[in-house]
């Protein structure tokens, strides 16, 4: 009987302790059962996507578009930006007049350098943009004053639309999609129907679909790709003339210093070619939007002629003085001359008897020789 009701106790402590219990007092574990079944039963009244009506999402924030201004832009200026300040910091260390042509020719360099890769990433190498009265949303008759533009660049284009003024009819109308070409622009249009954006948006983006009479698609994608693939490699023949500058082969990096200007007039003809492709009318509202080359492409252009300067002057300077270019560009030069010099200096005896004994024993054999050979002939 004792053993039984020391049992009974320890039983009663067991459930005291559970009853005192954070978990238990506050009753998290049900909570938390309830939240977890009314979830799931929201997603599948919702049809498996946790929306409730225009992509709104309830559990999450707003999805935002990119800007033109791409992230990618900021990771290649942060890292040119890096090896630029690295550079200066080793400015210090040279002596003379040189200082100064070594900054010059840093800064030039990875301008150069910066220019060819963010090219690759801008979306502003054609630009349009017209101000109008349109239709703002589908099933609606709301009209809206809005700013439209289409931005073009190598790897898609950007479809932008801003209110004027920006809050009207009680929505800040402020848009910015990007489609790009490294996807299907079908599927991606077929999302921004689903989005329920602006009409606008979608009459601009439907004519780069395949199912477009236009047929925009093929041109602009395939001109942007070749347009990029010139680029990069121009930003190889820059990266070859960088290595031969610090090598006794200055003419050989005046060469490739035009070669990189001539890959950059390369894009900009590829590029170029997205104007011989039959005119597409783009009408908005009364207006019409019709596209021209923007501040990238002008960057390029200037880009290459500063390169095709550099070459023509390193080639011609190298042809005229070429030892005062090496001296110019800190590089040396091969001359046996430079191998053959002479010096004054000591030396020890004691090591260079043996040597000595031998030489005038050599010398000695030769003009006996010589005598023997003088007596024979008489």
């Given at each position: 009987?004792?053993?039984?009701?020391?049992?009974?106790?320890?039983?009663?402590?067991?459930?005291?302790?559970?009853?005192?219990?954070?978990?238990?007092?506050?009753?998290?574990?049900?909570?938390?059962?309830?939240?977890?079944?009314a979830s799931t039963?929201?997603?599948?009244a919702c049809g498996g996507k946790m929306t409730l009506y225009d992509g709104i999402y309830p559990f999450y924030p707003l999805q935002r578009s990119p800007f033109i201004f791409d992230i990618s832009l900021l990771v290649v200026i942060l890292v040119f930006s890096v090896l630029a300040v690295s550079f200066l910091f080793i400015l210090p260390g040279i002596r003379g007049k040189s200082r100064l042509f070594w900054t010059f020719r840093i800064i030039i360099s990875l301008f150069i350098g910066v220019v060819l890769v963010v090219l690759n990433f801008t979306g502003d190498w054609a630009e349009a943009s017209v101000k109008a009265n349109a239709s703002y949303k589908s099933f609606s008759k709301a009209v809206v004053s809005a700013e439209v533009g289409l931005h073009v660049g190598l790897y898609g284009i950007n479809i932008t639309l801003k209110g004027d003024p920006v809050l009207q009819i009680n929505e800040t109308i402020d848009y910015n999609e990007i489609f790009r070409w490294s996807s299907s622009v079908d599927e991606q249009y077929g999302d921004a129907l689903e989005r329920g954006l602006p009409n606008p948006i979608l009459y601009i983006a439907e004519k780069f679909t395949h199912n477009s009479a236009c047929g925009l698609i093929y041109q602009y994608r395939y001109s942007g790709r070749f347009a990029s693939a010139n680029l990069w490699t121009a930003f190889c023949c820059w990266l070859v003339a960088n290595i031969l500058f610090s090598m006794p082969v200055i003419l050989y990096a005046g060469y490739m210093m035009i070669a990189t200007a001539a890959f950059i007039f390369f894009s900009m003809a590829s590029f170029s070619t997205i104007f011989s492709v039959i005119p597409c009318d783009f009408s908005i509202g009364a207006e019409s939007l019709r596209t021209d080359y923007s501040h990238s492409f002008w960057i390029a252009l200037a880009t290459g002629l500063l390169c095709a300067v550099i070459g023509l002057v390193v080639v011609l300077l190298d042809c005229l003085f070429p030892a005062r270019m090496r001296e110019v560009f800190s590089v040396g030069v091969d001359n046996e001359d430079d191998e053959c010099h002479t010096s004054e200096g000591y030396l020890n005896s004691g090591f260079l008897e043996g040597v000595i004994y031998d030489d005038n024993t050599q010398t000695g054999n030769v003009s006996l020789s010589q005598q023997i050979t003088k007596l024979t002939r008489l």
């Open positions: 009987m004792q053993i039984k009701a020391f049992i009974r106790k320890c039983d009663r402590l067991k459930d005291e302790r559970r009853e005192d219990h954070p978990i238990f007092r506050t009753h998290i574990f049900p909570c938390c059962f309830a939240a977890l079944v039963a929201l997603v599948h």
